[in-house]
Structures are given as structure tokens and as C-alpha cells.
């Protein structure tokens, strides 16, 4: 009895060892499939990843098999990166490649803006935190650096219990006390 009857044969890939570079060079479907893997930094550099991948599949001999076998995974790939988008309209990357362009654009807005909230948010809380440092100055001389670091990382919530607290404490250590 043959031993390895039965058994499919496979090919270990090394997929890190390739350089970005490397693989723009090579115009295989796996290679594409590594630069969208590769690529997923970003919405946006995602979608320059699918657009080769795309152009790849075009120029395949096996365009229909290759194509469905790398939407369905892009499909998974998509969906463990939290891509909330009609996964299940995609039945062909080559022929719904505008359809989720526009997808992808609409996740690069809203991770645009879900960045510029948290920008603002981070840029509220240190002007927070600098005012409180000057009003620590004003009543008690010099912020210590203990104190400085507490302040640091403090959230909103807490750097306005402390400024509400500066009147009534009657020393740096009760007003920053939890």
C-alpha cells in the first residue's frame, strides 16, 4: 500500500521574506494576494492592493476560477478586518470592482474622521490638563512632577472632578487624591 496515496501535495511560502518591491514584481495571483495582506495598514492601501490583485486576475488564463477563488477570500480577509460593508453582494472582484471601491473609499472616510474625532478629543483633554497645570500653579507654587504625570494622563472626566476640586482642596495632594 502506497503511503502517500491520498495525501495533496503543498508548497511552504515564506510570505514575509518578500519585500514589497519583490512582489510588485512578480504578476501572480498569490502574489496579490500577499500585497493585499501586506497592504491592510489602510483602507485606502487596501484598495491599491485589490485594484493590482484586479489587474492580475484580468490577465490570468484561468480568469474565472482565479477570480472566484480570490474574491472568496478577500471576502474573509475583509471580514476579519471589521470591513462592515455588503460582503455578500461581492461575488467577483473583477466585476464588482467598482462596487467595492466604493466601499473601501467609505471606509477610508469614516476611519478619516473617527481619526480627526480622536485627534480632537486627545487636543481638548491636554488643553485641559494645561489650564489645571496654570490654576495648580496660581494655588499651590510649582506642579510637581508627580503630579504633572497625573495630570498627563488624566481623561476629561477626571481633569474636570479636579478642576472643580481646586477651590476646596487645600493641598496638590487632596486635590489630585481619587
Known sequence: MDRDAGLLPYYLVDEGRYTDEELGLRQTPLSGVFG??????SW???????????KIIEADPSKERVD???TRWIKRHLS???AEMGLERLNSLVEDRDMLAENLENLVKKERLEG???GEKQGEVKGEAKLLKRLI?????QCPEWAQDKLNAADSDRLGVWA???FTAETLEKLLSD
Open 36 to 41: 493585499v495582506e501586506n497592504d491592510g495598514h
Open 68 to 70: 472566484k477563488i480570490i
Open 137 to 141: 500653579f496660581s494655588k499651590y507654587g
Open 80 to 82: 476579519r478586518l471589521g
Open 44 to 54: 485606502e492601501t487596501l484598495q491599491q492592493a485589490v485594484d493590482r490583485v484586479v
Open 164 to 166: 472643580e476640586r481646586i
Open 116 to 118: 480627526l474625532e480622536i
